[in-house]
């Protein structure tokens, strides 16, 4: 294991932000630390990072006890969401400053920096200030900066926060791209759903200080622990007192088996999808379903249908809730 | 109509408050040409006070740099029991007089004062020396780094030196390296107030001092005394040389500002 953390608690006056919270991240791996903002996911990467005490429970890096060790000794890469440049230094003089610190001889400092920026491609940019730079780019120099120590362990809070959507969507393709090339054990925290099944093999959702799931993206995708992370993971509407995903429902203008009567109050064509728009008992709900499959049921409000979860597909019971 | 009648105002205000008085000196101390101006300044009595006023106005900057740093990390970065009280206490200087602040060191360094005796005794003499007045314009140039620094440390923030130790950089280097780099402009701007607050001292300094003629006697003690003496020439070229200094300042402090 890359990462243990182990029964860690944290409060920030007498507003508890992580509460026995365990993880374990593997050597190579690209985790995602999703879920909503306060939920303590910054917290504990600070606290992994050495930025922040634990109150309580420990942090083992690669297999050395790291909880009192200070940032300094535990060799961790750290990227900030608002990047963090050293804003008097050259890009160049950026990316060096942990082998500076290291002392290591100039002419290998040049060659791993000179490495370094074409693999986030700002090589031509060495000489510039990050005031010179776009966000994208000063975030891919901070990248760069954090991967020259060789570190243990690569961190990133909320990397692409900062970003527009078009640069955000760039950036973690190529995120994900860059890892399967260098390996080093990346987590980096995110609280947006699409960025963490998009580009992490494994997703930690934390909530309220807690661990609600740990799996990969299908696993906490298709196979939610609880209805807070079937919300948080992707779209939801409520069928006859169960959580379902809005394209796992069938739909049908005839009764059929198990099925729920409902009106239909609204039809929404977003392209491909067509968004049917529901009453059922009272309360909205709503289906996804294709543009021909739309086209061949003929739909239009005032119609009464016939909808049920599709057999295979995974729903959650409310009532217990 | 109205625009030029109150730019009218705001220009004869400063001419009768500022240009006036300020030319009338150079006027007066250029009047007969420049041989008595450089007669006036290179007497042993006025380099004297040259000497003692540089030499006092260095060591009170060089202690506020110091200390100034120090307390602005210490305001913005830490947080402790007593922080607002220190805050506030910084500022005191500036709304107590001089003359106060003068007072108050002889009664605590005094020759019969506890700690003036103690000092004396083991052959440190702190009022009507060198020392005593250091520590009175330390004390009314206090707030000039601190306020000038804690806005620009605050907007700086503290994830680059964050970034920095993650990079495994000590305090230390991360404060040499990053924090003092990002702070330099504004430092400067603090250290030039300093200076010229330090150069221009009056009060403190004249009740701490005793105005020893040729010992304790810094430019702005000399001005006083010539002119007391009827030696106006003297007082005038002084008066001239302390103004220039402070409009050298007041330029360096434009150059800086903007930056900062």
Redesign the interface.
Known sequence: MAIEVRDVNKSFGTTPVLRDVSIDVESGSLTALLGPSGGGKSTLLRVI???EQPDTGTVHISGVDATRL???R?????V?Q?Y?????LTVFRNVA??LE??KRPKADIRKRVMELLELVHLEQMADRYPAQLSGGQRQRM?LA??L??EPEVLLLDEPFGALDAQVRKELRTWLRRLHDEVHVTTVFVTHDQEEAIEVADTIVVLAGGRVEQVGSPAEVYDNPANPFVMRFLGPVTEIGGNLVRPHDIEISADPQEGGTAATVSRIVRLGFEVRVELRIDGKDAWVQVTRSFADQLGLKPGDTVSVRPNPGARSLALAAV | MAKYGLRTIAIAYLFFLLVLPVGLIIWRTFGDGLQPVVDALSSPSAVHAFQVTLTVALWAVAANTVFGIGTAVLLVRHSFPGKRLLNALIDLPMAVSPVVVGLALILVYGKFAPVGGLLESWGIQIIFSTPGMVLATVFVALPLVVRAVVPVLEELGD??E?????????RL?AFL??TL??IRWALAYGIVLCLARSLGEYGAVAVVSGRLVDQTQTLTLFVEERFQNFDQPAAFAAATALALIAVITLLLTKLLRPKG
């Not at chain 2, 964050?162 to 000590?170: D, P, V």
Request: proline share 5%.
């Open positions: 990072a050495g930025l200070s940032p300094q535990r060799n961790v890469g750290f900030f608002h963090a440049a050293f804003k008097h400053f942990g610190i290291r901070a900066r954090a020259a120590v | 994830e680059q964050q970034a920095a130790h993650t990079l495994g950089a000590s280097q390296r990053i780099p990002g």
